[in-house]
T-cell receptor, first 109, second 115 residues
Framework: GQNIDQPTEMTATEGAIVQINCTYQ??????LFWYQQHAGEAPTFLSY????GLEEKGRFSSFLSRSKGYSYLLLKELQMKDSASYLC??????????FGAGTTVTVRA | IAGITQAPTSQILAAGRRMTLRCTQD?????MYWYRQDLGLGLRLIHY???????GKGEVPDGYSVSRANTDDFPLTLASAVPSQTSVYFC??????????????FGPGTRLTVL
């Protein structure tokens, strides 16, 4: 089976930095995805990591350590519009995505 | 380009009734997927199709069926709805199933309540 863990909730102040951790134990590994989901809306793709290291994309960065089964999503210069759920998902041996339960980030003024 | 559309947006259904959720994509993607999303559980794969004419079972397929007669459409049918099927259903598509770089794109979802 697949086991993907991430914190349920995080709160941060506008302009600050927040790091969302994700640990996984899956049947094989073919990549890790982060999605953003605003309340009542569809998940939208944020980032993809398959090799160890940091991928930076504007205010958002994603890090992967395959040996540790660990990833994080870093959100910098937080804005109110970043209030959303962030979903960690792993592409396993059968090339199917397994999702964590999501981390709800609340940005306060 | 609309991307992925789903219908209906929301539905209240009596237990025991049959219901088909519709999903259409205009990106000519090879693969399509159905997920359900429940509070605290995240997205769970119900059924998938890697190409027109083929389907496969996901993590939670019981009580659901799908068909893939063409590239664009992937309907999900609940033959006899039960209250535990109350959920938000998302359809997704991707271009290159079996590729590590394959990215899934999601439709707006259908909120289904079974009473």
């Amino acid at each position: 089976g697949q086991n993907i863990d991430q914190p349920t909730e995080m709160t941060a102040t506008e302009g600050a930095i927040v790091q969302i951790n994700c640990t996984y134990q899956t049947s094989g590994f073919n990549g890790l995805f982060w999605y953003q989901q605003h309340a009542g809306e569809a998940p939208t793709f944020l980032s993809y990591n398959v090799l160890d290291g940091l991928e930076e994309k504007g205010r958002f960065s994603s890090f992967l350590s395959r040996s540790k089964g660990y990833s994080y999503l870093l959100l910098k210069e937080l804005q109110m519009k970043d209030s959303a759920s962030y979903l960690c998902a792993v592409l396993s041996n059968d090339y199917k995505l397994s999702f964590g339960a999501g981390t709800t980030v609340t940005v306060r003024a | 380009i609309a991307g992925i559309t789903q219908a209906p947006t929301s539905q209240i259904l009596a237990a025991g009734r049959r219901m088909t959720l519709r999903c259409t994509q205009d990106m000519r993607h090879n693969a399509m997927y159905w997920y359900r999303q429940d509070l605290g559980l995240g997205l769970r794969l119900i059924h998938y199709s890697n190409t027109a004419g083929t389907t496969g079972k996901g993590e939670v397929p019981d009580g659901y069926s799908v068909s893939r007669a063409n590239t664009d459409d992937f309907p999900l049918t609940l033959a006899s709805a039960v209250p535990s099927q109350t959920s938000v259903y998302f359809c997704a598509s991707s271009d290159s199933p079996g590729s590590g770089t394959d990215t899934q794109y999601f439709g707006p979802g259908t909120r289904l309540t079974v009473l």
